[in-house]
């Protein structure tokens, strides 16, 4: 129910931080992967969406 809403969050965060991260290496790898799990979130939330869609028609 809240796989969009949380990848959109977690993605925005990372994209957020991610410019910010002054050298830090553990703070941009931190931002790397909560971008990708908020992007892998937001795909896989979209494909089951549109598996859904398509199984009713």
Do not use: E, W
Request: hydrophobic fraction near 55%; aromatic fraction near 2%; glycine fraction near 8%.
């Amino acid at each position: 129910m809240y796989q969009g809403l949380l990848g959109a969050a977690t993605g925005t965060t990372a994209a957020i931080v991610l410019p910010n991260t002054h050298g830090n290496s553990a703070l941009a790898i931190t931002a790397i992967i909560s971008l990708t799990v908020g992007a892998v979130a937001v795909v896989t939330s979209a494909a089951r969406l549109v598996a859904k869609k398509a199984h009713r028609a």
